[in-house]
Nanobody, 115 residues
Framework: QVQLVESGGGLVQAGGSLRLSCAAS????????MGWYRQAPGKQRELVAI???????NYADSVKGRFTISRDNGKKTVYLQMNSLKPEDTAVYYC?????????WGQGTQVTVSS
């Protein structure tokens, strides 16, 4: 059974930083593409960043230069370092594991950035 457990969300002032973590179990972590998505109230879920199994990293334009995704295959954990946070980054952040047509989601962690 696949489990993705996010942590690290919270309330932060604009300009601050947070680091999200997502611990995975029940999957062969090293062969999965790991991503972070977010969903703000009234908006669709959107891709924030992805770290592929072969080490490539891609980011949404809105977070380039501010967010960094990384993964520790030994710990089966993916991270999202978020710096220079803006109020528009406020959302529920979800971890995703994908391999071919198989996709799994975490329960989400709330990030709130106050102005």
């Amino acid at each position: 059974q696949v489990q993705l457990v996010e942590s690290g969300g919270g309330l932060v002032q604009a300009g601050g930083s947070l680091r999200l973590s997502c611990a995975a179990s029940g999957i062969i972590f090293i062969i999965n593409d790991m991503g972070w998505y977010r969903q703000a109230p009234g908006k669709q879920r959107e891709l924030v960043a992805i770290n592929t199994s072969d080490g490539r990293r891609n980011y949404a334009d809105s977070v380039k230069g501010r967010f960094t995704i990384s993964r520790d295959n030994g710990k089966k954990t993916v991270y999202l370092q978020m710096n220079s946070l803006k109020p528009e980054d406020t959302a529920v952040y979800y971890c995703n594991a994908r391999r071919g047509s198989s996709s799994s989601w975490g329960q989400g962690t709330q990030v709130t950035v106050s102005s």
